[in-house]
């Protein structure tokens, strides 16, 4: 089992959109996947179907999430925890996040079992998954701090724009102090993947000369490696996210994976093609 983090602490790069994405073209090539939400925004549980409604008596998420995973040592294992998300055929496992994450970061953080609890409770279910796949929040957090501490690789989303570009030299610094605590506790450095370059305009003149620049400076200047595949900016990827159905007078959200909903889009052979790499990059191929 592979347990890989999608992290940049800029927020909206396609963190979410890579990790639901990804996750969904492993699946259909036939890997077992876990998909879990580390973020207090949920975004990763919306995009998955789990979260119907956006109304509180329907909220069967609040006592059974990825919170209730960390607080407790004993109780709620992963696989009490985790849904069967149909927004891909075949389905996915998903571990669904909560607001209340966000309120009970300082307790957590005072556990001294919290930051390793989930790499625990990952071993008990190493024979049943192939790739677990985690979604993180937009900054340096506790949260995020337990993905990159739990994780086997790092891969990070980047609209490659300036503001993005002067993240990575904090993910950088992030990365090490992770290392060090991973020292601590006997395990080996976090592998790196690479920067993955994602929303990126298909305009031709863009991708024959800025684009190329731009992914020059993060080899050279981050000292970061950059993913083969690149995400282009496509209309179907927002909108495959944004489905929504009209069930007697109610909006649910139907979200599907871009292959589902287009599996001959571009869109969708981007995500097979990161598939691929991932799967020759993890040795799993
Ligand atoms: N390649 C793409 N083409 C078109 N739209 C995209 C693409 N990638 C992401 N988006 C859209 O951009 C928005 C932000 O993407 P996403 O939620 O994946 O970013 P994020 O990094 O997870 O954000 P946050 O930091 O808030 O968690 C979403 O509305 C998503 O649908
Ligand atoms: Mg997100």
Known sequence: MKIIAVYHNKGGVGKTTTVVNLAAALRKKGKRILVIDLDSQANTTFATGLIKFDDEEFDDIRDNNILQVLQSEEFYPIQEIARKSQFNN??????????????YETELNQLD??????????????????????DTPPSLNLYARIALITADYLIIPSDLKPFANQGLVNIKDFVKKIDGFRRQIKRSPLEVLGVLACKISTNVRFVQSTLRNRMEVIKQRYNFKIMETIIYDRDDLAKCAEKIQILENKEIAVPISVLDFKPDSASAQEFELLAMEVLQKTGMK
């Open 90 to 103: 075949p389905e996915i496992d998903v571990l669904p996040s909560h607001i209340d994450l966000m309120q």
């Open 113 to 134: 079992y919290s930051r390793l609890i989930l790499i625990e409770k990952l071993e008990e279910v190493k024979d049943i998954y192939d790739f677990v796949l985690i």
